[in-house]
C-alpha cells in the first residue's frame, strides 16, 4: 500500500522550485543554522591558458571557446554506478555588514536510472530520496522522499532534474539550453586535482555570474558556484566514491525497490545518458 506525507515533501518541493526558478541556489536559513558545514577558502578561479595533460592518454582534448564549449559538454556521459558526496553551502548578508552561511551535506547512490540521496539539512535533520529516471524510454519516472525515522513517505512523479535537485545541486546540462551569448569563459582547468571543462556563464539582468567544474574524465559536475554582484552566494563541491556502498534502494517499511546487481568492471569505465 502506497503512504504519503505530502504536507512534508510539499515543503521540500518548495525549496526546489526556488533553487530552479531563481537560479541562485541562495536559500535564507537564518532561523535553522544548528548544523554548519565548513569549505575550504573560495577563491576567484584564474582562467587556463592551457589545457591540462592527461596520463592515459584516453580523451582527446579539442580547444574551448564560449562558442564551443556546450557542444563538448553535449559529448560527457555520467557513469552508469557510482558514488559520491556533494556539500554545498549557501552564503547572505546578515544585516550588520557581514555574511551568514548554512551548509548541507549529501552522500549520493547511482545504479543506472536509480539515484538515491541522503540529504543531511543544516538543522541536521536527514532527508531521504530515491528517484527513477526512465533512461531509454519517454515519460516520467518516480520519486519516493521521507525524513530519517520516519515510516510514511511521498510517493510521485519525478522528471530528469529531481535527482540533482534532491542534492540541492544544479544540473549542468542545463548550460546546454543557454544562449552562446551568455557564456563568457570557458576551457580547461584542474579543480580539486580533477581535470575539469570550466564554463562560466553571465547573466546581467539578474546581476549573477554561474561557474561550472565538469568532469572530463567521467562527465560529473565536481564544483559549481553562483555569485551576485560580486559576492559569492553559492558553492557546490563534489567528490566521487573510490567504493560502491551499499546499492539497495529501500522504502522506510523494507520494501525494496531496486537492487543493483554485482559488476566485474570497473563502474568507471561504464558510461550511460546523461
Known amino acids: 500500500m502506497k503512504k504519503r506525507d505530502i504536507t512534508r515533501f510539499g515543503v521540500m518541493v518548495a525549496v526546489v522550485i526556488v533553487l530552479a526558478v531563481l537560479a541562485s541556489f541562495a536559500l535564507l536559513f537564518a532561523g535553522n543554522r544548528d548544523r554548519e558545514i565548513t569549505l575550504p577558502p573560495v577563491s576567484t578561479p584564474v582562467q587556463p591558458t592551457e589545457a591540462p595533460s592527461f596520463s592515459d592518454g584516453a580523451f582527446q582534448l579539442v580547444e574551448l571557446t564560449p562558442a564551443s564549449v556546450q557542444n563538448v559538454i553535449a559529448t560527457l556521459y555520467r557513469p552508469m554506478r557510482y558514488t559520491r558526496t556533494v556539500t554545498v553551502e549557501q552564503f547572505w548578508p546578515d544585516g550588520q555588514g557581514g555574511m551568514d552561511s548554512a551548509g548541507a551535506f549529501s552522500r549520493v547512490w547511482v545504479d543506472g536510472g536509480w539515484t538515491r540521496t541522503e540529504l543531511t539539512l543544516p538543522t541536521g535533520r536527514v532527508r531521504h530520496t530515491i528517484v ?41 546540462e542545463d548550460v546546454l539550453k ?79 525497490l531496486h537492487e543493483a546487481e554485482e559488476i566485474t568492471t570497473d563502474p568507471a569505465a561504464e558510461a550511460g545518458p546523461k
Open 132 to 172: 527513477w529516471t526512465p533512461m531509454y524510454e519517454e515519460g516520467p519516472g518516480r520519486l519516493w522522499s521521507w525524513e530519517e525515522g520516519q515510516t510514511l513517505w511521498y510517493e510521485g512523479h519525478s522528471d530528469a532534474q529531481d535527482a540533482d535537485l534532491a542534492q540541492w545541486c544544479p544540473t549542468y
Open 178 to 256: 543557454l544562449e552562446p551569448a551568455s557564456i563568457t569563459a570557458a576551457g580547461y582547468e584542474l579543480k580539486n586535482d580533477v581535470s575539469c571543462i570550466f564554463v562560466e556563464v553571465s547573466d546581467a539582468e539578474m546581476d549573477y555570474l554561474r561557474r561550472f567544474w565538469v568532469s572530463v574524465e567521467d562527465g560529473l559536475l565536481m564544483a559549481a558556484e553562483t555569485w551576485d554582484g560580486g559576492g559569492l552566494i553559492y558553492q557546490m563541491t563534489g567528490a566521487r566514491s573510490a567504493e560502491p556502498g551499499d546499492m539497495s534502494f529501500v522504502l522506510p517499511d523494507g520494501t525494496v
